[in-house]
Nanobody, 128 residues
Framework: QVQLVESGGGLVQAGGSLRLSCTASGRTFSSYAMAWFRQAPGKEREFVAGLSWSGGRTLYADSVKGRFTISRDNGKNTVYLQMNSLKPEDTAVFYC?????????????????????WGQGTQVTVSS
């Protein structure tokens, strides 16, 4: 069983920045592919950013490319999402997710159902 705990959400003005953190339990975090998803009210959960288990590849949704950066610190069992130039349309609950059986060293899956474990979510609200 893997537990994921997110932190770092909050209220920020448009143009501001936030850094989300997600800390995982377990001793094999370095073998997990990790991702961030978000879900706005009335909308489906959508892929935001992903990082292969090797750390050798990242993938971003077009809507956040150039503004968000995903990274990981295996020594701390933590994945981060640095969010800059935030927009009101970024307002959502953000979730981190773990793929504990990635298909390859550079594989990043973007479909929610393919991830094995989820955090509880952290609210990000961007005011205009």
């Amino acid at each position: 069983q893997v537990q994921l705990v997110e932190s770092g959400g909050g209220l920020v003005q448009a143009g501001g920045s936030l850094r989300l953190s997600c800390t995982a339990s377990g001793r094999t975090f370095s073998s997990y592919a990790m991702a961030w998803f978000r879900q706005a009210p009335g909308k489906e959960r959508e892929f935001v950013a992903g990082l292969s288990w090797s750390g050798g590849r990242t993938l971003y949704a077009d809507s956040v490319k150039g503004r968000f950066t995903i990274s990981r610190d295996n020594g701390k069992n933590t994945v981060y999402l640095q969010m800059n130039s935030l927009k009101p349309e970024d307002t959502a609950v953000f979730y981190c997710a773990a793929d504990v059986r990635p298909l390859g060293t550079l594989v990043i899956r973007t479909t929610p159902r393919t991830y094995d474990y989820w955090g509880q979510g952290t609210q990000v609200t961007v005011s205009s």
